[in-house]
């Protein structure tokens, strides 16, 4: 079908990404498409991760990222990671900058396959993460769930990664917690005109912490890169870690990290991570209608020369 465009199934951590080819095409991957693939099993997926070609001189690609609820959303740490790896093995390049609504982003993967990207600097300023309220301090905003004299969650320091962040501290295991129930009321709460992502995390040492996020538009996926950005930022600037530190991401499945770096010298954020790829075919833009291309099996059919 003529309308149809290549696409890869991949995941950051376990995070479901979908990675789109628009290149060449002016139109995008709409809301209708999004909602359609994310309600197929073998499609379903957190995030996709459009590439259109530049708009800005200097830049290898336009990203445009949605939802699976089919909303958009500025910025998507995982997914990038996904994007650079496409592009790679596609190119051979190692090296990239990406635009999307948020702006510019740096990436370049590494001898051992890891990636890093930067996401550019944290936003504190209330009205721009954006918080309905103003708080002079966002490192611990008034908001808190549970019963009003013993909270089970309050207080959360807030950041823009390009994307809004709640942060919520806690002192036990982060899956011990029903997030799958208060995520929902707080990504939609009135504090957050714009809504937010989510996270509760453990700080384990000066180095390390623990993390597990609600997404704003997706609900409980088993990694989020953003987050994991907004939780070390968040923990440097409360003084609870240092500016570089491993987070555990607790639900990643294949379990793993993502090392995050507020770089001193210029105030941004580097995330390296990995990404896999787990199949590829093609889909149609506007409708979500898709097909998995052949699989190549290694030593069966007719051999090519
Ligand atoms: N999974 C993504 C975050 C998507 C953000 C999205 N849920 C929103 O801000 O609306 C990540 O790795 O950063």
Redesign the pocket.
């Known amino acids: 079908m003529a309308d149809m465009v290549a696409f890869a199934k991949m995941n950051?951590l376990g995070?479901k990404i979908l990675v789109v080819d628009m290149r060449g095409r002016n139109d995008r991957v709409t809301a209708e498409a999004a909602i359609a693939l994310a309600a197929d099993p073998e499609t379903a997926f957190?995030?996709i991760m459009a590439i259109h070609d530049p708009k800005a001189h200097g830049t290898d690609a336009f990203i445009d990222?949605l939802?699976c609820d089919g909303?958009?959303?500025?910025?998507?740490?995982?997914?990038?990671r996904c994007v650079v790896q496409a592009i790679a093995a596609e190119t051979g390049r190692k090296v990239f900058t990406f635009q999307t609504v948020a702006g510019i982003l740096n990436a370049v993967e590494h001898e051992d396959g890891t990636i890093s990207v930067d996401m550019g600097r944290p936003v504190f300023d209330w009205k721009r993460i954006p918080l309905a309220e103003e708080f002079h301090d966002t490192r611990r905003i008034e908001l808190q769930i549970g019963p009003i004299d013993a909270p089970v969650l309050h207080s959360p320091s807030a950041v823009s990664?390009g994307?809004?962040h709640a942060v919520f501290w806690v002192d036990r295991d982060v899956m011990s917690y029903d997030l799958a129930r208060f995520g929902p009321l707080l990504e939609n709460h009135p504090i957050f005109p714009e809504?937010a992502?989510i996270t509760l995390a453990q700080v384990t040492s000066r180095t390390t912490m623990t993390t597990r996020?609600w997404?704003?538009?997706?609900g409980l996926?088993l990694?989020?890169?953003?987050?994991?950005?907004a939780a070390a930022v968040s923990a440097a600037r409360t003084g609870r870690t240092g500016r570089k530190v491993d987070v555990h991401v607790a639900s990643a499945n294949p379990p793993g990290l993502l090392t995050i770096d507020w770089r001193e010298s210029d105030d941004h954020v580097v995330m390296t991570g990995p990404a896999e790829w787990e199949w590829s075919g093609t889909l149609d833009p506007a409708s979500g209608a898709w097909q998995r291309d052949a699989e190549i099996v290694a030593g069966g059919g007719a051999a090519v020369p």
């Open positions: 950051g995070n957190d995030q990222i939802n909303s958009k959303a500025q910025a998507c740490g995982n997914g990038t990664m994307n809004p809504r992502n996020t997404e704003r538009g997706a996926t990694a989020c890169g953003s987050a994991a950005c």
